[in-house]
Each structure stands twice: as structure tokens, then as C-alpha cells.
């Protein structure tokens, strides 16, 4: 009787159980959940490229603008403060443009050739002043220097202390400038401004007299 009892009390809560669950069950069974969404990832925020570093300036190559930025005593400098030349709009060259055509042809056309044009064995100097500086101009002159081409030598001598070259080499250089810069054209220039006494002054203080 007492295991009767016992059976149905455990049948009882057997139907219970099943009456309590089934809907759970049946809805498990019958829907689908979505899985959950997932937070988006978080968008890098916009940067500007970094900027670009500036080039490194490149070394100049020749002589800058040859406009005349000063005069003193009828002699003309650039922006740079290198000597330059003055030519008037009926040609008329300035003093020491006319001294370098007189200096070159005196101490440098034998090798370099008339005007700057070069020879069979020196360059022209036309050219190479258009890619020297003022200051390597000055070093080649004092110090001379060795080139070699394919098995060929050339040497420039030094005029360091060849006073008839360096008391002029100014004037030299911006004869070569002027030529190489301006057109001047080729031979003695036709119109020239007058010598400055401060050209006499330095003519003697360079000769010692």
C-alpha cells in the first residue's frame, strides 16, 4: 500500500514536471535566437601624414645672379658679395670689366685662348665659369690644379705669386663672368667706363709703389 502510494505521488510530480517544463521546451524548440550583436571595432581616427622633411639645401653650383647689389668706387658686388659686372645699355662695361679683358689677354689667352674660348689644351674658361664659384675661381688661380682624362694630364699652374695675376684677378674673373653671364660679346669692348682712382690706389698697394 505504502509503495502503491509512493509510485503515484512520484507519477504526480512526474506530470507535474512535464506540464511545468513543457512550454519552456516547446519554446526552445520552436525559435531560433540571433546571436548576439557584437560591438563594432573602434575606427582609427583620421591623422594627417606627417610632413616631409625639407630637403637638404644643395651646394651651389657657379656663380648666383650677376645684378649688381652694390658699388663702391666704381666696383660692383652681387647678393652674394662676389664681384660682378656692370654693362650699360649702349655696352659701355664698367672699369674692371675692361681691365680683365686687358689682364686675360696679357697672362691667360695663351693657354686659355682668345676670350675665354679655350684651345686644344686648356678648357674654356667660358664654361668653367659658369660652374665655379667665386671662391673656387679664386683657389684654381693661387693654387693650380691637375686634371686627368683618359690618360691625359693637364696641369694649371699656381699664380699665387705672380703679383700681375693676382693684383687683377678680380677684374679677370668678372671679365669671365661677364662673358660667360652677360654675352659679352667676343674682343675688346668698344665702350668703357673711366678707371676710379680707387683702382690706381689698389694697383699700388698690391705692386708695393
Not at 4 to 24: K, Q
Not at 31 to 39: D, F, H, L, R
Not at 77 to 89: E, L, M, S
Not at 136 to 149: C, P, T
Request: net charge negative; proline share 9%.
Amino acid at each position: 500500500m505504502l509503495a502503491r502510494s509512493m509510485i503515484l505521488r512520484l507519477s504526480t510530480l512526474a506530470v507535474g514536471a512535464t506540464v511545468l517544463f513543457a512550454p519552456v521546451i516547446a519554446q526552445d524548440a520552436g525559435t531560433t535566437s540571433a546571436p548576439a550583436e557584437q560591438p563594432a571595432a573602434p575606427q582609427p581616427a583620421d591623422t594627417a601624414p606627417a610632413p616631409a622633411a625639407p630637403a637638404a639645401a644643395a651646394p651651389q653650383a657657379g656663380p648666383g645672379d650677376p645684378a649688381v647689389a652694390t658699388e663702391e668706387d666704381g666696383k660692383f658686388t652681387d647678393t652674394d658679395g662676389d664681384p660682378t659686372f656692370q654693362i650699360g645699355a649702349d655696352g659701355t662695361v664698367d672699369w674692371y670689366t675692361y681691365s680683365g679683358f686687358r689682364r686675360y689677354h696679357s697672362e691667360c689667352h695663351v693657354c686659355h685662348g682668345p676670350d675665354g674660348e679655350g684651345s686644344s689644351y686648356a678648357p674654356r674658361l667660358v664654361d668653367s665659369v659658369r660652374r665655379q664659384t667665386y671662391a673656387e675661381f679664386l683657389e684654381v688661380v693661387a693654387s693650380g690644379r691637375i686634371n686627368v682624362h683618359g690618360g691625359t694630364q693637364n696641369v694649371m699652374p699656381a699664380f699665387g705669386t705672380n703679383l700681375n695675376v693676382m693684383c687683377y684677378v678680380d677684374d679677370i674673373y668678372v671679365y669671365l663672368r661677364a662673358r660667360a653671364q652677360a654675352d659679352l660679346p667676343r674682343g675688346r669692348p668698344g665702350k668703357r667706363a673711366d678707371k676710379p682712382p680707387a683702382a690706381t690706389e689698389a694697383e699700388e698697394a698690391c705692386f708695393g709703389t
